[in-house]
């Protein structure tokens, strides 16, 4: 990987704006140890050390206007018990919070503001006020093209833009098996959006071997379509045989499932993995999320876990090897593995 710009500049009294997604549990103990909150502290302390000060951007869910709830006044103390001095501030109270010598200000989350998802350029601004340097670290949200992420970008020369730490951990990870995956190499994926994800799996038909999909896409009426068109590539489709039904609906796959797909699970070289079956905070309908977990713990496949909750149960049940990555990602790591291009991600490397 080309050198990361962040770790060349001068930064010792400048301003660097730090675009993170923090998109996760808000309530503790969740958030204090979620992925996304605990690799993005690397950069931070990296800038904070180099006696330079941060604007922190992130959105959080999709809220309609502003919503207490997902305000993200309630990070502030997560960051101050984390060595930062940070503080809370709306991107029109920037200028004045500027004037005092504080770690980090956190910007108020940028989804209560339609402009976000406008690419306006005049909220960039208002959002980098007087900021000298431009860091994207949310891997999670480089495949979208919004005003932090790409607009906010562009108003910085590109010597000036630079991916951060975390997201340099998440290519070293990614991008080998983006280039050249050993084979046999199974593609596992449910859960929600799952016509955005079926999508994205087509891009996989010329690199995976094998495609499971999984409940929240293996209902789907556009499924069959799919199914043909994997055939034409010699991609191999697997299927739920059984399902574990709560409430009339398909939770996750059933026992008989997992028990047929563990020899073929066991004998792959590589394994992408997300969409949680289940609910995390409902230990009962995750149990074969747990089981399927445990089986890529004792594979020798290179595993790549990714998506919040997914990551989220697979850190609760302990799930790790030198040989499994959780990634910060969700849909961005499935589209990134698969070829398409994330114009987050194109911004800060195009130089």
């Known amino acids: 990987m080309k050198q990361i710009p962040l770790l060349t500049w001068p930064l010792t009294n400048k301003r660097v704006f730090v675009r993170a997604d923090l998109n996760t549990e808000l309530t503790p103990p969740d958030f204090p140890q979620s992925l996304k909150f605990q690799r993005l502290l690397p950069t931070l302390e990296y800038i904070k050390k180099a006696r330079a000060r941060i604007v922190l951007a992130t959105h959080i869910g999709r809220p309609h206007g502003f919503d207490a709830q997902f305000s993200t006044r309630q990070l502030t103390h997560y960051f101050n018990q984390a060595g930062f001095s940070c503080v809370y501030s709306t991107p029109e109270n920037l ?83 983006k280039k050249n995956p050993e084979k046999p190499f199974l593609v596992m994926v449910g859960g929600g959006k799952g016509e955005e994800k079926l999508k994205t799996l087509y891009h996989f038909l010329d690199k995976a071997t094998h495609i499971a999909l999984l409940p929240g896409l293996s209902e789907l009426p556009e499924v069959q379509d799919f199914i043909h068109e994997a055939q034409k590539h010699g991609t191999i489709i697997l299927m739920p045989e059984d399902y574990v039904i709560i409430d009339d609906q398909k939770i996750s796959i059933g026992p008989k499932t997992l028990k047929n797909w563990q020899p073929l699970i066991l004998s792959m070289q590589t394994i992408v993995y997300n969409g949680l079956m289940g609910f995390v905070d409902k230990p009962d309908t995750t149990v074969m999320t747990h089981k399927l977990f445990e089986l890529f713990a004792q594979s020798t496949a290179t595993v790549i876990i990714a998506g919040g909750d997914t990551t989220l149960a697979a850190q609760q049940w302990h799930i790790t090897s030198d040989r499994i990555f959780l990634s910060t990602g969700g849909g961005a790591t499935l589209s990134y593995l698969s070829g398409q291009k994330l114009p987050g991600l194109k911004i800060v490397t195009s130089n």
């Not at 005049?122 to 000298?132: G, P």
């Not at 994207?136 to 010597?159: C, H, W, Y």
């Open 95 to 177: 200028p004045a919070m500027l004037d005092y010598n504080h770690d980090i200000i956190l910007l108020e989350n940028l989804r209560f503001y339609p402009e976000e998802e406008a690419q306006s350029n005049l909220f960039a601004q208002k959002i980098t006020y007087k900021c000298d340097y431009f860091v994207e670290d949310g891997f999670g949200v480089l495949m979208r093209n919004e005003t932090s992420i790409t607009t906010a970008a562009q108003l910085f020369k590109p010597e000036k833009r630079s991916m951060g730490l975390l997201v340099a951990e998440e290519l070293t990870h990614l991008r080998p098996l």
